[in-house]
C-alpha cells in the first residue's frame, strides 16, 4: 500500500506560477499528474517514469514540468504561464510494479485556482 500526500495548491493570477509537490509513502515505478473539474472525467497532465521519462498532455507542454526526488520519493508538477483554464483539482497518481503486477494509487487532490 502506497499513500500519497499532495501539497501546493492554491489561487494565483493568470501568468503567474504554482509547484505542487506529491509524496508516496514507497517506491513508484511510475508517477503521474491528473487534474479534474466538477462534472468531467479526470484527465492526464503528465507524467514521469524512472527518473528522466516524461510526457505531458497538449495543453501543458512547454509550461508546466514534471520532476522528482527518488530520494524522497517526491514528485514535483512546476506550472508556469497558468491560465484560468487550468483551474481544476489536482490528482497525484503512483504506479507500482510487483512480480509483473501493477496497481494504481491516488493522493487526495489539491486545488489549483487561477484567476484572470
Known amino acids: 500500500q502506497v499513500q500519497l500526500v499532495e501539497s501546493g495548491g492554491g489561487l494565483v493570477q493568470a501568468g503567474g506560477s504554482l509547484k505542487l509537490s506529491c509524496t508516496a509513502s514507497?517506491?513508484?515505478?511510475?508517477m503521474n499528474w491528473y487534474r479534474q473539474t466538477p462534472g468531467n472525467e479526470r484527465d492526464f497532465v503528465a507524467g514521469?517514469?524512472?527518473?528522466?521519462?516524461?510526457n505531458y498532455a497538449d495543453s501543458v507542454k512547454g509550461r508546466f514540468t514534471i520532476s522528482r526526488d527518488d530520494a524522497t520519493n517526491t514528485v514535483y508538477l512546476q506550472m508556469d504561464s497558468l491560465k484560468p483554464e487550468d483551474t481544476a483539482s489536482y490528482y497525484c497518481?503512483?504506479?507500482?510494479?510487483?512480480?509483473?503486477?501493477?496497481?494504481?494509487?491516488w493522493g487526495q487532490g489539491t486545488h489549483v485556482t487561477v484567476s484572470s
Open positions: 497518481n503512483a504506479i507500482t510494479e510487483t512480480d509483473g503486477h501493477y496497481r494504481n494509487y
Open positions: 514507497g517506491r513508484a515505478s511510475a
Open positions: 514521469i517514469i524512472g527518473g528522466s521519462s516524461t
